[in-house]
């Protein structure tokens, strides 16, 4: 019941480019490109997102991406 209330909030700051652990804009994390042409995104608390630079949109990474 607990996620259904965060996962809207989560799906809401990716779609404005903002992680969802602390909110910060992940254009200010670190970026590593991937084989697949997206983007590693790891933000200064740990958490790991992946840009898609065609469609402009993150993702939070699978954990075999991590
Ligand atoms: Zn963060």
Known sequence: ??????????????????????????SKGKRETRKDGT???????????IFNPKTKKYRRALFEEV
């Open 39 to 49: 983007e590693k995104v790891i933000c200064k608390c740990g958490r790991i997102f």
């Open 1 to 26: 019941m607990f996620k259904n209330i965060i996962a809207p909030v989560q799906a809401w700051l990716l779609s404005r480019g903002q992680c969802v652990g602390c909110g910060m804009p992940l």
